[in-house]
């Protein structure tokens, strides 16, 4: 079994930051990619960013430039740095882990709850 837990979220000004940290524990035999989605209210989840094995990332055009993901491997953590916060980053932010136990599954995070907002 995997357990992952998430932490980090808060209420936060537009144009101010905030860092998400997601950490997976368990049987864990290996780490093939490492997610960040997001859900607002009314809205489906959508992939935020993610760092695949190789440490190469992709994001979401609308946090280019503004959200870093970072990945530490040997906590089995990934990490959110938001930076910018913008009114419309009002969301669930749930993360994601693909890992290999030593079928490939994916495990997700409780969720946790960022607010922007004056």
């Known amino acids: 079994q995997v357990q992952v837990v998430e932490s980090g979220g808060g209420l936060v000004q537009p144009g101010g930051s905030l860092r998400l940290s997601c950490t997976a524990s368990g049987r864990i035999f290996s780490i093939y990619a490492m997610a960040w989605h997001r859900q607002a209210p009314g809205k489906q989840r959508e992939l935020v960013a993610i760092i695949r094995t190789g440490a190469t990332t992709t994001y979401v055009d609308s946090v280019k430039g503004r959200f870093t993901i970072s990945g530490d491997n040997a906590k089995n953590t990934v990490y959110l740095q938001m930076n910018s916060l913008k009114p419309e980053d009002t969301a669930v932010y749930y993360c994601?882990?693909?890992?290999?136990?030593?079928?490939?599954?994916?495990?997700w995070g409780q969720g946790t709850q960022v607010t922007v907002s004056s």
């Open positions: 994601q882990f693909t890992i290999g136990n030593p079928t490939v599954s994916t495990y």
